[in-house]
């Protein structure tokens, strides 16, 4: 089945620094690759997510590529605000409606 | 809000004894996903219901079982409850868009503590 890694575990950087987190997949078969963002206690939260058929996204401050080719994809987080403090989660599926398989996640701290 | 409601917010409990969780998808979604949430696994797939029958199975316990009534909300039943079990349990759903599937909304979930 699919195994998905995610690095690093945790991250600190300053305000206004960027951030990059990276996940590898395992399935070939994989074509939706989804970022969630999960506060303390909280529901995790999509925050973007990519489709196969295109490499790169973006949305303001946060930006998604993937490298089929490679197998991995990574989440960028420009000018970084002390409320982009939380753990951050890839993961993978065959598609929108199935079962997605999550990295460990990432905790990320922004210093002001 | 992501318009996903789970029930109860937080359990506790003691070994040995059986516990029901329930989930409400958001409007007109047809499938329901549990997750497992805990420190040494992370997040989890259990499995997805939809419309009512069972899609796809992942790391669930065989004393752990679930099911999709007509109203589409869904039950999760943990019996025969150890230690291990406590953990956060989530619910998400999705459903259709515009003729596209939207992505999966994750409830609050049900903090489970067994003692």
């Known amino acids: 089945g699919e195994n998905v890694e995610q690095h690093p575990s945790t991250l600190s950087v300053q305000e206004g620094d960027s951030a990059v987190i990276k996940c590898t997949y395992s399935?070939?078969?994989?074509?939706?690759f989804p970022w969630y963002k999960q506060e303390l206690g909280k529901r995790p939260q999509l925050i973007i997510d990519i489709r196969s058929n295109v490499g790169e996204k973006k949305d303001q401050r946060i930006a998604v590529t993937l490298n089929k080719t490679a197998k991995h994809f990574s989440l960028h987080i420009t000018e970084t605000q002390p409320e982009d403090s939380a753990v951050y989660f890839c993961?993978?599926?065959?598609?929108?409606?199935?079962?997605?398989?999550f990295g460990k996640g990432t905790r990320l701290s922004v210093i002001a | 809000d992501s318009g996903v409601t789970q029930t109860p917010k937080h359990l506790i409990t003691a070994t040995g004894q059986r516990v029901t969780l329930r989930c409400s998808p958001r409007?007109?979604?047809?499938?329901v996903y549990w997750y497992q949430q805990s420190l040494d696994q992370g997040l989890q797939f259990l499995i997805q219901?939809?419309?009512?029958?069972?899609?796809a199975k992942g790391n669930i316990l065989e004393r752990f079982s679930a099911q999709q009534f007509p109203d589409l909300h869904s039950e999760l039943n943990l019996s025969s409850l150890e230690l291990g079990d406590s953990a956060l349990y989530f619910c998400?759903?999705?459903?259709?868009?515009?003729?596209?599937?939207?992505?999966?909304?994750f409830g609050p979930g049900t903090r489970l503590t067994v003692l």
């Open positions: 399935d070939s078969a994989s074509n939706y």
């Open positions: 998400a759903s999705s459903g259709l868009l515009a003729g596209e599937y939207n992505e999966q909304f």
């Open positions: 409007s007109g979604d047809l499938s």
């Open positions: 993961a993978a599926s065959i598609w929108v409606n199935t079962p997605l398989v």
């Open positions: 219901y939809y419309n009512g029958e069972e899609r």
